[in-house]
């Protein structure tokens, strides 16, 4: 049986932290494609709504346009060089609506015309929201690909 034999091996902090910092390095590359695997996986589970309700009015009402919460999934690498890189996805318009849900709350006209959608017509110019129940696609996209980290 042969001796062993004794490695030492010094690490210099400074380069540890560049390498782990590094905008175009490994660990930003893994972030990115962790983000856009979540951001697909938000785009995958999210409502998607065919037709929009602008009300009867014909003025555009206080819902998004059919398909904008599911175009406006995206993911941002933050990588500025001064910490470990990390990915963001994030959704604009109702996301966050439909990932936590509303409580009930009032809605007001802001004109002189009154509240209307399509499936139930004409509400008046102030109504009672029932609010909406949760429908968390950003974090059943995350948990989703928790195990493949």
């Given at each position: 049986m042969a001796p062993y034999k004794l490695v030492r091996v010094r690490f210099?902090?400074?380069?540890v932290q560049a390498f782990l910092n590094d905008p175009d390095g490994p660990v930003a590359h893994l972030m990115r494609e962790l983000g856009e695997k979540g951001a697909g996986y938000a785009r995958q589970k999210v409502r998607k709504r065919v037709v929009g309700s602008p009300g009867k009015s014909g003025r555009p009402g206080t819902s998004a346009p059919p398909g904008s919460t599911l175009a406006s999934i995206a993911t941002t690498l933050h990588a500025g060089g001064f910490r470990v890189p990390w990915a963001e996805v994030s959704a604009d318009m109702v996301g966050l609506f439909l990932e936590r849900g509303t409580r009930p709350h009032s809605i007001d006209s802001?004109?002189?015309?009154?509240?209307?959608?399509?499936?139930?017509?004409?509400?008046?110019y102030h109504v009672n929201h029932p609010g909406a129940r949760p429908f968390p696609f950003l974090t059943t996209a995350l948990w989703d690909l928790q195990g493949q980290v």
């Open positions: 210099n902090e400074l380069e802001y004109g002189p015309w009154s509240l209307s959608n399509y499936a139930t017509g004409y509400f008046g």
